[in-house]
């Protein structure tokens, strides 16, 4: 990661919830917070405005709701400017993230998680990769997942068909939340070989960030709800 300080916008409709994330994220050297906004539609300015690396976005705020604000990022984004939203909430509320990852969040973090929880999937996301904690993310699209859309049955979807069968193996671990290391002990090879394959199953389906990868493999049914 570049030495230059991650560049950070908060947003949330809490002052005091603002207040509380600047004071944890500025104690770090290497992040700094270059602004706030109270609803999505301020956030969407101040992200053209400002241009942070990382917009920490709640979900549920009057006005345009931090769905849509990221949807709007991420369309605005250019080559220069390609900001990274990580989405905040609550679990009672999860469902809504489902429609966030799809928008183009690069993940998704509980209000509740420690200081270091934070600060670490900040710098996780500013380097370019995505959050996808198991202990979230499964239980989130096992609750959810009858809200997917129907799994298809007739056959593999467009793109899936042209993974490779290793590929599709790959993209079924991730989708349990498994880094590339766990994935790469799980199937015994090096860990440059399964990035390749994950920035291989990327590519060939047109998805982002290993978030949306996890989507895509429960809404394909690669892999179904309480699977181990």
Avoid: C, W
Avoid at 102 to 107: N, V
Avoid at 198 to 225: F, H, M, S, W
């Amino acid at each position: 990661m570049s030495t230059a300080a991650v560049r950070i916008l908060l947003v949330d409709d809490q002052p005091l919830l603002r207040t509380g994330f600047r004071l944890i994220l500025e104690s770090e050297p290497d992040l700094t917070i270059v602004g706030e906004a109270g609803d999505g539609a301020a956030a969407v300015e101040a992200t053209r405005g400002l241009l942070p690396d990382v917009v920490l976005m709640d979900i549920r705020m009057p006005g345009v709701d931090g769905i849509e604000a990221t949807r709007r990022i991420v369309r605005d984004r250019a080559a220069a400017h390609d900001p990274r939203v990580l989405i905040l909430t609550t679990f009672d509320l999860d469902e809504y993230v489902i429609e966030a990852v799809r928008a183009g969040a690069s993940g998704f973090l509980l209000k509740d998680a420690p200081p270091e929880d934070l600060i670490s999937a900040i710098r996780i996301v500013a380097d370019g990769d995505a959050i996808v904690a198991p202990s979230v993310t499964r239980r989130l699209l096992d609750r959810f997942a009858s809200r997917l859309p129907a799994l298809r049955e007739e056959g593999p979807p467009p793109g899936l068909d042209h993974l490779t069968d290793r590929e599709r193996e790959v993209l079924g671990h991730v989708a349990r939340g498994l880094s590339n290391a766990e994935i790469a002990r799980e199937l015994v090879v090096s860990e440059t070989t399964i990035k390749t394959h994950v920035g291989n199953v990327l590519a060939k389906l047109g998805l982002r960030d290993r978030v949306q990868a996890v989507v895509y493999a429960y809404e394909t049914g690669v892999i179904r709800p309480g699977a181990q």
